[in-house]
C-alpha cells in the first residue's frame, strides 16, 4: 500500500527526470564540497604551528582550496534548492490538475456523495502536503544520508578510534529523539483532538451567535468554551514542552560527543597520531555529523503525512469516471423536443426504491409541471432527465432516441436549465451569460439580457456586463442572479427547459420580471417546471406529484382534483381560504 | 498590539525567567570555543593530558548545566505561551460575542472564526518560540563577537564586516521573498475558490458541456500558483548559500590573518580554532533567525489581526439594570421607526408606526428586500433604531438590559440553526430547567412530536453540527419547538415557515392559536396564505408601511396587499379593482 504510494508519487515526479538529475548532480556536489571545507581549514591550521614557523605558502594555497570548495558547495546547493523546488512544485500541481479532471469526469454521484469541504481540502490541503513532503524529502533526505556516509567515511581515514567514539555517542541523540517523539505522539493526539474540539466549538456557536444570544445561552456557552480552553491549556502543555525537550536534550548529546572528541583527539595529538588542524577538522564534523540525524527523523514524519496526503488525492484520482460515449453516439442538429419515459427504475441507493415503473410522454412544446412538498425529490427527475445519473431499468428518450445513445453534451444542450439555486461563475457578467456559449458576440449577449428583463439592472451595476461576480454572487440579490441565469438560457435557445419557480427570496417586482422571463422563454418549448405558483400549475398540460422521492399521481388539474387524492388535498392546504 | 500584553498576567514571571536561563545557557555555550582552545593551545602544547581530561571533564559539566537551564527555559516558555493562548481565547471568545450585530456583520463569522482559532494559535506559538529561540540567536551573535574580541582584537573585526553583511542579506532576501508569500497565499485560496465553484455548479457546467473550459481555467492558474512557487523558491534558495559564502569567506580571512599573527607570535593556534568555531556558530544562529522571521511575521501579522476585534468597543450600551415594564402598554409598540444599516445610503425602514396587544397575532409581508427581518432585528434589539422607538410593554428595548429583554423573545430564525447535541439540549437551549412535559408540549405545537417520537433515543437523539441528520423541515419544527419552550412573551417567527410544506404551514397556525393564548406572536412571511387568519397584518413594500390591518381590511384598502394575494391566488374573486 506505502510503497504503491511511493511509486505512484514518482511516477509524477518523472516527467522531471532533468530536474530531479540536476537535484541529485547539486545534492551530491555539495555535500562533498562542504566536507571538504573543514578538511582544508585543518590543514591550513596546521601550516601555522607557532612564532616564525608558519608556511604561507601552504596556507594561501589551502585558502584558495576553501574558497574554492565555498563557492563550489554554494552554487551546487542552490542548483539542488532550485530544481527540488520545480520539481515538488510541478508533481503536486500535475496531481492536483488530474484530481480536478476526474472530479469532472465523475458521475454525479460521486460529487454529491462526498463533501465538497473534504474535496476541496484535498486539492489544496494536501496537495500542498504533497509539494513540501516531496521538497524536504529531496532536499534533506538525500544529502542528509550522503553527509553522514561522507563525514563517516573522512573520519575514518583520518582517524578510526575518533571516529568510532562519534558512531558510538551520536545515536544516543538519536535514541533519545526517537523516545521523545514517541512518548510525545500521545499528548499531541490529545492537543489535536483539543484543537479539533475548539475550532468546531467555536464554528458552530460563533456562526450561531445569534441564537446563543437571542436563547440568554452566553454564560452557559462561555463555560462550555473555558472547558475546552483548559483542556487545550492542559495538553499544549505537556506536548508542547515534551517536543521541545528534544532539541537541548540533541544539544547536550552534542556536546558530549564534542568533548569527548576534543578530549581523545587532544589525547591522540600529544601522543602525535594526530595534527592540531585534523583535531579542528574533526570539531567541525562532530557537529556536522549530527545535524542530518536530528532533520532526517523530521523529514521522516514530514513524508509519512505527505504519504497519507498522496493517498487522499490519488483517491480521487481514482475515482470512477462517467462511461464515455458510445463511438457512434448520436448529436443531432434539431431538436422536437418530444419526451418519452418508459417503465424507468430509479434509486440512489439499491436497499431504497424510489420511483418504480414511472411512464410520462410529453409532446413538443408541452408543460409538466412536477408538484409536491419540500424535498420531495424533484431534483431526482432533473437528474435523470438530464442524464446526469442513468436509470436503473426501463428507458427515457428525446425524439425516440433513447439517452444513451445521444452524446451527453447533445443531450444537454437541448435543455435550458434554471435551477432554485442558482450558480455563477466569479467572473464578469458577460462571462456568465456567454456561459454556455462563449463565442457570442456582444449584441447577441444584450440581446438575451433584454429578454431576460435583466439589461436593466445590469446596466446599474459598477461596471456594467463587465462588473466581475463575487464569490457565491455576493453582490447581486437572489432574484437578480435568476435573472442572469435565465439571460444565460436565452442565449443558448434550447429546445427543452427544465425550470425550477422560485419560493421565496425574490422581492416582488424582481419575481414578477423573472416570472415574465420564463413565460417569454417557456413558449413554444417543451418544459418541466418545479412548480409552486398557482397559475403555473393550473396551466400545465401535466402534473407530476412527488412525496418522498415517488410519483405518487400524474394528469391534469382537473383530472387530479377530481380524483380527491394527494394532489387535492395540498392543493386545498395551500390555496383554499380557509 | 499592546493590549495583547494584559493577556501575560500571571505568567510574568516565566516570560521574565525563561529567557533569563536561555540565555544562561547561551553564555555557558560560548564559553566552549574558548575551553576547547585552552585544550590545544596548554595541554596538546604542554602534553599535559591531565589539564585536557580536567577541561573535557569541565566542558561536559557546561553542558550539563546548559542542559538543566535549557529544559527549565522550555518549561516556562510552554507555561508562558499556554497560559497566554488560554486567556486571550477565552477573553476574545467573550469579545466576539459582546459585538453588535452590526460589529459582528462587518466583521464577517468566519474571519472572527479563522481570528480566534488560527491567529490565536499562531499568536501562541509565536510566545514560545520568542521565549525559546529569539534571545538565543541574537545573544548567540553578538557574544561570538565579544568572545573573539577577547581572543584577538584585529581579527575580531573581520566578524564586525562579516556578521553584519549576513545579516544584510537575511534582511534583503527575506524582506524580497515575505511579499510573494501573500501572493502564494492568494492564489492558493483561488484554486480553492474554483474547486469549490466547480463542485457547487457541476449540475451547471455538465449542462452546458462546459468541463474542458473548467480544466483549463482551473489547470492555468494551478499553473501560475507552481511557478510563481518556484519563483520564490528561486529567491530564498539564496539565503543557505549566500550566507555560507560570506562566513566562509571570513574563515578564510581569519586563518589568513591568524597565520600572520602567528608568525608574529601574537595569537596561538587553538585560539585560531576558536574563532573559526565562533564564526560558525554565528552563521548557524543566524539562520535559526531567518527562519524564525517566518513564524514571526506570521505571529505579528495574526496578533494585529486579534487586536483589531480587542479594539472594537460595544456600539450597543445596556442599563445597568432594566426599567419596569408598564401596565396595560401594549405588548409592542413601533412609534415611527426608522433604520439605516451602516454604511447604506437609504433607510431599510421608514415611518413604522404600529401597535399589538398581548395575545394577538401579527403577520408582516412584503418581498424580500422589503425591510420585514429589519423589523425584527429592532425588535429584539439586534440593532437601535435610527430614528422613533421600539417598546415592548411600554418601555423602550434600549432600557432593558440585554438579558431582560433577549427573556421576553422566542424567535424562530430563518434558517434552521441547530447545535450539535441532542435534541432535548437543543430545546433547552434557552430554558436550561424544562420538564419533559415542557418539551414534549413544545414539540406538538410545533407539529415536530411525531418525527422526535419515531426517532430512536427520543428527546435523547443525536443531532449532529448544523442538524444534518435532519431534513429542512424537521430542523425547522426543532426551531421552532426550541423557541416555544422557554415560554416567551412573544413569539417571533421570521419566515419560519418556509421548509415546511403547505399542510404543515396550516396545522402549525391552528396549534399556535389554540395553545398560546397570552402569547404576542409575530409572523413574518412571503405567502398570503400564512399571515392572513392574524390579527393584525403589517404590509411593508420597499421599506415603507403600505398597510396595517386585518386581511378584509387590506383587501379594501391596500393594493400592494391586494396584488400579493392575487398573484398567490389568494384573492381571485373580484379583486381586479
Keep these: 500500500m506505502k510503497n504503491e504510494t511511493i511509486r505512484r508519487l514518482l511516477g509524477y515526479v518523472r516527467p522531471y527526470r532533468a530536474s530531479l538529475a540536476a537535484a541529485c548532480a547539486g545534492a551530491l556536489a555539495s555535500v562533498l564540497f562542504t566536507l571538504l571545507g573543514p578538511v582544508f581549514i585543518g590543514r591550513a591550521i596546521d601550516c601555522i604551528v607557532g612564532p616564525g614557523q608558519v608556511d604561507f605558502s601552504g596556507v594561501l594555497c589551502y585558502l584558495a582550496l576553501i574558497a574554492a570548495c565555498v563557492l563550489l558547495a554554494a552554487v551546487s546547493q542552490w542548483v539542488m534548492s532550485v530544481s527540488t523546488r520545480k520539481i515538488s512544485s510541478r508533481a503536486s500541481n500535475d496531481m492536483r490538475g488530474e484530481a480536478f479532471r476526474v472530479l469532472n469526469r465523475t458521475p454525479l454521484k460521486f460529487i454529491d456523495g462526498h463533501s465538497h469541504g473534504d474535496l476541496i481540502s484535498r486539492m489544496v490541503n494536501d496537495a500542498e502536503l504533497v509539494a513540501e513532503g516531496l521538497l524536504q524529502g529531496l532536499t534533506q533526505l538525500l544529502p542528509g544520508v550522503v553527509t553522514i556516509l561522507g563525514t563517516l567515511c573522512v573520519m575514518a581515514v583520518l582517524n578510526p578510534a575518533i571516529a568510532l567514539v562519534v558512531v558510538l555517542v551520536t545515536p544516543v541523540s538519536i535514541l533519545f529523539a526517537g523516545f521523545v517523539a514517541k512518548r510525545t505522539a500521545g499528548f499531541f493526539k490529545a492537543q489535536s483532538a483539543a484543537q479539533g474540539r475548539l475550532s468546531g466549538f467555536v464554528n458552530e456557536m460563533v456562526s450561531g451567535q445569534s441564537v446563543v444570544k437571542a436563547f440568554n445561552y452566553t454564560d452557559r456557552c462561555f463555560s462550555d468554551f473555558d472547558a475546552i480552553c483548559d483542556e487545550l491549556y492542559d495538553t499544549g502543555l505537556k506536548s508542547v514542552f515534551y517536543s521541545s525537550v528534544t532539541n537541548p536534550g540533541t544539544r547536550f548529546v552534542n556536546a558530549v560527543v564534542y568533548a569527548a572528541v576534543g578530549v581523545i583527539g587532544a589525547l591522540s595529538a600529544i601522543g602525535g597520531a594526530l595534527t592540531v588542524g585534523q583535531l579542528s577538522c574533526f570539531l567541525t564534523y562532530a557537529n556536522q555529523y549530527t545535524k542530518p540525524f536530528n532533520e532526517v527523523t523530521g523529514v521522516l514524519t514530514q513524508l509519512q503525512t505527505a504519504l497519507a496526503s498522496a493517498e487522499r488525492l490519488f483517491a480521487v484520482i481514482d475515482a470512477e469516471t462517467e462511461r464515455s460515449d458510445a463511438p457512434n453516439a448520436l448529436a443531432p442538429d434539431a431538436c422536437a423536443g418530444r419526451v418519452t419515459v418508459r417503465h424507468v427504475d430509479f434509486s440512489y441507493v439499491p436497499e431504497v426504491p424510489l420511483i418504480e415503473d414511472f411512464n410520462l410522454d410529453v409532446k413538443p412544446g408541452q408543460r409538466v409541471a412536477i408538484v409536491g412538498p419540500t424535498g420531495c425529490g424533484k431534483t431526482t427527475l432533473i437528474n435523470l432527465l438530464m442524464r446526469f445519473y442513468e436509470v436503473n431499468a426501463g428507458e427515457i428518450a428525446v425524439d425516440g432516441n433513447a439517452l444513451p445513445k445521444l452524446r451527453r453534451s447533445a443531450l444537454r444542450g437541448m435543455y435550458g436549465m434554471v435551477l432554485q439555486e442558482t450558480w455563477l461563475k466569479c467572473a464578469t457578467v458577460r462571462e456568465n451569460i456567454a456561459y454556455g456559449r462563449p463565442d457570442a458576440t456582444d449584441e447577441e449577449i444584450r440581446a438575451a439580457a433584454k429578454a431576460a428583463y435583466a439589461h436593466g439592472f445590469i446596466k446599474r451595476l459598477p461596471q456594467g456586463y463587465d462588473t466581475v461576480i463575487a464569490p457565491g454572487g455576493g453582490n447581486l440579490s437572489a432574484g437578480q442572479k435568476q435573472l442572469l441565469c435565465i439571460a444565460r438560457i436565452m442565449l443558448c435557445q434550447p429546445q427543452m427547459l427544465i425550470l425550477d419557480e422560485a419560493t421565496s427570496s425574490i422581492d416582488t417586482r424582481t419575481e414578477m420580471l423573472v416570472q415574465q422571463a420564463f413565460e417569454r422563454l417557456m413558449q413554444g418549448r417543451t418544459s418541466f417546471v418545479v412548480a409552486h405558483r398557482l397559475s403555473t400549475i393550473e396551466t400545465a398540460d401535466r402534473i407530476l406529484v412527488m412525496d418522498a422521492g415517488h410519483i405518487i399521481e400524474q394528469g391534469t388539474h382537473a383530472e387530479l382534483l377530481a380524483k380527491r387524492g394527494f394532489y387535492a388535498n395540498l392543493y386545498e392546504s395551500q390555496f383554499a381560504v380557509e | ?577
Excluded at chain 2, 475558490?193 to 473548467?214: H, K, M, P, T, Y
Excluded at chain 2, 539564496?238 to 581569519?254: E, F, K, R
Design chain 2, 1 to 577: 498590539m499592546k493590549a495583547l500584553f494584559r493577556y501575560f498576567d500571571g505568567y510574568r514571571r516565566q516570560l521574565v525567567l525563561g529567557p533569563v536561563f536561555k540565555l544562561t545557557e547561551a553564555v555557558l555555550e560560548l564559553f566552549v570555543p574558548l575551553l576547547m582552545a585552552d585544550i590545544i593551545d596548554v595541554g596538546v602544547k604542554n602534553g599535559d593530558a591531565g589539564y585536557v581530561v580536567r577541561h573535557g571533564l569541565f566542558m561536559l559539566g557546561l553542558g550539563a548545566v546548559g542542559l538543566a537551564c535549557a529544559l527549565t527555559c522550555q518549561y516556562f516558555a510552554a507555561v508562558c505561551a499556554q497560559g497566554f493562548g488560554r486567556s486571550l481565547r477565552r477573553d476574545l471568545f467573550r469579545r466576539v460575542f459582546g459585538l453588535s450585530q452590526a460589529q459582528f456583520g462587518a466583521a464577517g463569522a468566519d474571519s472572527l472564526i479563522t481570528r480566534l482559532t488560527s491567529d490565536a494559535n499562531q499568536v501562541q506559538t509565536g510566545v514560545n518560540m520568542f521565549i525559546r529561540l529569539a534571545i538565543r540567536a541574537p545573544f548567540l551573535t553578538i557574544g561570538s563577537v565579544v568572545m573573539a574580541f577577547t581572543i584577538n582584537a584585529k581579527i575580531a573585526l573581520i566578524f564586525l564586516a562579516s556578521t553584519p553583511l549576513i545579516v544584510l542579506v537575511l534582511y534583503l532576501v527575506m524582506s524580497r521573498s515575505l511579499p510573494y508569500y501573500t501572493d502564494i497565499q492568494r492564489g492558493q485560496d483561488a484554486i480553492a475558490r474554483l474547486a469549490g465553484e466547480n463542485l457547487e455548479g457541476a449540475r451547471v457546467i455538465r449542462a452546458f458541456s462546459r468541463q474542458d473550459a473548467e480544466i483549463s481555467q482551473f489547470g492555468e492558474t494551478g499553473d501560475a500558483l507552481s511557478e510563481l512557487t518556484i519563483r520564490v523558491g528561486r529567491l530564498s534558495a539564496l539565503l543557505n548559500p549566500i550566507t555560507s559564502v560570506i562566513a566562509n569567506l571570513a574563515i578564510v580571512g581569519i586563518v589568513w590573518w591568524g597565520a600572520h599573527l602567528a608568525q608574529a607570535g601574537g595569537i596561538a593556534q587553538g585560539q585560531v580554532i576558536a574563532m573559526v568555531n565562533y564564526m560558525t556558530q554565528t552563521l548557524l544562529a543566524l539562520i535559526v533567525l531567518a527562519n524564525l522571521i517566518v513564524t514571526f511575521t506570521k505571529a505579528i501579522a495574526s496578533a494585529k489581526r486579534v487586536s483589531e476585534i480587542l479594539a472594537l468597543e460595544n456600539a450597543m450600551p445596556e442599563p445597568e439594570r432594566s426599567a419596569p415594564a408598564q401596565e396595560n402598554a401594549p405588548r409592542i409598540a413601533f412609534d415611527g421607526v426608522r433604520f439605516v444599516y451602516p454604511d447604506a445610503g437609504d433607510a431599510a425602514v421608514e415611518d413604522i408606526t404600529f401597535s399589538l396587544e398581548p395575545g394577538q397575532t401579527l403577520g408582516v409581508i412584503g418581498g424580500t428586500g422589503c425591510g420585514k427581518s429589519t423589523l425584527v432585528r429592532l425588535l429584539t434589539r439586534e440593532y437601535d433604531v435610527t430614528g422613533g422607538a421600539v417598546r415592548v410593554d411600554g418601555v423602550d428595548v434600549r432600557a432593558y438590559t440585554a438579558h431582560d429583554l433577549r427573556a421576553k423573545f422566542g424567535v424562530v430564525p430563518q434558517a434552521a440553526r441547530l447545535f450539535s447535541g441532542t435534541v432535548r439540549s437543543n430545546l433547552t437551549l434557552g430554558a436550561p430547567d424544562a420538564s419533559d412535559e415542557t418539551l414534549w408540549d413544545a414539540l406538538e405545537t410545533a407539529q415536530g412530536a411525531d418525527f422526535v417520537r419515531s426517532k430512536p433515543g427520543g428527546l435523547d437523539m443525536p443531532v449532529e453540527e448544523g442538524g444534518k441528520n435532519l431534513s429542512g423541515g424537521q430542523k425547522q419544527r426543532l426551531t421552532i419547538a426550541r423557541a416555544l419552550a422557554k415560554r416567551p412573551e412573544i413569539l417571533v417567527l421570521d419566515d419560519s415557515a418556509s421548509a415546511l410544506d403547505y399542510a404543515t404551514d396550516a396545522a402549525l397556525r391552528r396549534a399556535l392559536r389554540a395553545r398560546t393564548a397570552r402569547m404576542a406572536v409575530v409572523m413574518i412571511s412571503q405567502r398570503a396564505s400564512t399571515i392572513k387568519n392574524a390579527d393584525r397584518i403589517l404590509v411593508l413594500d420597499d421599506g415603507r408601511q403600505c398597510g396595517f390591518g386585518t386581511h378584509d381590511e387590506l383587501l379594501q384598502s391596500c393594493g400592494v396587499y391586494r396584488e400579493i394575494c392575487r398573484s398567490q391566488g389568494l384573492a381571485k374573486e373580484g379583486t381586479g379593482a
